[in-house]
C-alpha cells in the first residue's frame, strides 16, 4: 500500500480507503463489515470513511463497535463523519437537526463522537453545501471545533470549486482554519469536477480528495453490459431508483463494454482497471472503496499492482474508448 499526503496537509492517507456507505448497517451484517475492516487495516488500508446519515448513524455504531474491539493503535488509522442530512434522515427532521448551523454541526459531531466511541474524528465533512447558513458560521464552527480537539481537519462533500474558495475566503479574513479537503464523486464516466473545476484550487489551496464510487455505483464492473441487470447490485436495492436512472443508460453501457476490452486485454478485472484508472490521478489522495464481500476487497487491492500496467499508451487508449475528455476552457 502507499500513502498519499491529503493536499497540501501534513496528514498521509492509504491511497485505498474503506467507505461505509449503504453497506455497514444496511446490506451486511455486523460479522461482515468486521471482517472487511480487518482485511483493509491488515493490508494497509489507514482510512474508513462514515457519515451522520449512513444507516441513520447505524453505520457509525457499526464501526465504532469494530475499532473498539480490534484495539488498533489510535494514531494508526483515521476515521471521519459527516454532517448536513442528521442522523434521522431529512423527511424526519425538526428545525436545527440538519444543516450546516453552528448548532446542528455542534451537536453532529458529538454524536458522531458517541456512536463511534471516540474522543476525536480525523477528518469531518460537510456532507453538502447549506445556502441558508452564512458561510462565516461554518467556517468558524469548524475552526471552534479543531481548536477543541474534536476534528482535526475539516471539508466539504459535493461542493463546487466556487463555494470551496469563498469558505477559504472566509478563512482567511478571520485568520481560521480553511478546508483542507473535498470527497466529490469521481469514476471514468464522472470526470469533469475533479479533472476541469477544480485544476486551479489543487495549486492555490492545496486541496485533497476523498473520491467515492470509482466504479459508478457498479456500471464500471460489468455487470450491466450486453442488457444485464444484476439482482444483486447496489442499484437494484431499494430506494436506489434515483441512482439507477442517472447511471444506468445507453452511452455509460457503451463506454463500459468498450472499456471492458482493454480490461480483458490487460488481464485485469473491470474494477480493477477502474479503480486503478482514478488512483492515475495525481490530485486524488484517495480512491474509496465500497464492498459487501471480502473477495471483492481483495479484487480492489490488485489496482495497487495494476497502476504499472496503465501506461501512457493504455491511458490513451482509454481515453479513445470513454471519448467523454472533459473540456476545459480557455479564456
Not at 495525481?282 to 464492498?291: E, I, R, Y
Request: net charge neutral.
Amino acid at each position: 500500500m502507499e500513502y498519499r499526503r491529503l493536499g497540501k496537509s501534513g496528514l498521509q492517507l492509504s491511497e485505498l480507503s474503506l467507505g461505509s456507505w449503504i453497506t455497514f448497517g444496511k446490506q451486511i451484517g455486523n460479522n461482515i463489515a468486521e471482517d472487511l475492516m480487518k482485511l483493509a487495516y491488515d493490508n494497509g488500508v489507514n482510512f474508513f470513511d462514515n457519515a451522520e446519515i449512513y444507516a441513520r448513524g447505524e453505520s457509525e455504531k457499526v464501526m465504532g463497535k469494530v475499532l473498539k474491539k480490534m484495539k488498533w493503535d489510535r494514531d494508526s488509522y483515521t476515521v471521519s463523519s459527516k454532517v448536513f442530512f442528521g442522523h434521522r434522515g431529512t423527511e424526519n427532521t425538526k428545525p436545527n437537526q440538519n444543516g450546516l448551523s453552528r448548532k446542528h454541526i455542534f451537536e453532529a459531531c458529538h454524536q458522531a463522537l458517541e456512536r463511534f466511541q471516540l474522543d476525536y474524528l480525523d477528518l469531518f465533512f460537510c456532507h453538502r453545501p447549506d445556502k441558508n447558513t452564512p458561510i462565516e458560521e461554518t467556517v468558524w464552527t469548524m475552526h471552534n471545533l479543531i481548536t477543541q480537539g474534536k476534528i482535526l481537519y475539516w471539508g466539504t462533500s459535493e461542493w463546487s470549486a466556487q463555494e470551496i474558495m469563498e469558505a477559504h475566503m472566509v478563512a482567511k479574513q478571520y485568520s481560521l482554519i480553511g478546508p483542507t479537503m473535498e470527497q466529490p464523486q469521481y469514476n471514468m464516466l464522472h470526470r469533469d469536477k475533479v479533472e476541469v473545476e477544480f485544476d486551479q484550487i489543487y495549486k492555490t489551496v492545496g486541496l485533497g480528495t476523498t473520491i467515492w464510487s470509482p466504479l459508478a455505483s457498479g456500471i464500471l464492473t460489468g455487470k450491466f453490459n450486453n442488457g444485464k441487470n444484476p439482482v444483486d447490485s447496489r442499484l437494484n436495492m431499494e430506494g436506489m431508483d434515483w441512482l439507477k436512472d442517472n447511471m444506468v443508460n445507453k452511452s455509460n453501457i457503451s463506454r463500459a463494454e468498450k472499456v471492458e476490452v482493454i480490461a480483458k486485454e490487460l488481464g485485469l478485472s473491470m474494477p480493477v482497471l477502474a479503480i486503478a484508472w482514478c488512483l492515475k490521478n495525481p490530485n486524488v489522495s484517495t480512491v474509496m472503496l465500497g464492498a459487501s464481500k471480502t473477495a471483492q476487497l481483495k479484487e480492489n487491492f490488485k489496482a495497487i499492482a495494476a497502476k504499472e500496467k496503465l501506461t501512457p499508451d493504455v491511458m490513451e487508449a482509454i481515453e479513445k474508448a470513454l471519448n467523454n475528455t472533459p473540456v476545459r476552457l480557455m479564456f
